[in-house]
């Protein structure tokens, strides 16, 4: 069992797996940065993906050091991540009147 979670993720699935790994993280942060800066989503949307982004941050510099496989944190990060933009579309349209 390899000590880096990333070393692990490239030696099970090779560099294409290595890639989609990180381009997973990347993209659940970009979409936190875009909850984030949206003027429509309440100001608590807004916090909880500032706060899910120093999670995101924290999980992969944490995973540099240990293997990812027994701590879910990461991965309820990155599905959490994606409930927010809906979350703040449909908080939107609520005020708007399309509910």
Same mark, same amino acid.
């Given at each position: =069992?390899?000590?880096?979670?990333? $070393? /692990?993720?490239?030696?099970? =699935? *090779?560099?294409?797996?290595?890639? #989609? &790994?990180? *381009? +997973?993280? $990347?993209?659940?942060?970009?979409? #936190?940065?875009?909850?984030?800066?949206?003027?429509?989503?309440?100001? #608590?949307?807004?916090?909880? %993906?500032?706060?899910?982004?120093?999670?995101?941050?924290?999980? +992969?510099?944490? $995973?540099?050091?240990? /293997?990812?496989?027994?701590?879910?944190?990461?991965? &309820?990060?990155?599905? $959490? +991540? =994606?409930?927010?933009?809906?979350?703040?579309?449909?908080? %939107?349209? /609520?005020?708007?009147?399309?509910?």
């Amino acid at each position: =069992m390899a000590h880096n979670a990333y $070393i /692990s993720v490239a030696a099970e =699935m *090779g560099v294409p797996g290595l890639l #989609l &790994f990180l *381009g +997973s993280l $990347i993209a659940a942060y970009l979409s #936190l940065e875009q909850t984030y800066k949206s003027k429509l989503a309440p100001r #608590l949307i807004r916090r909880t %993906a500032v706060a899910l982004q120093a999670s995101l941050v924290g999980n +992969s510099v944490a $995973i540099c050091f240990i /293997s990812a496989e027994y701590h879910q944190h990461l991965w &309820f990060t990155v599905f $959490i +991540s =994606m409930c927010l933009p809906p979350l703040s579309i449909r908080f %939107a349209r /609520s005020q708007a009147g399309l509910y």
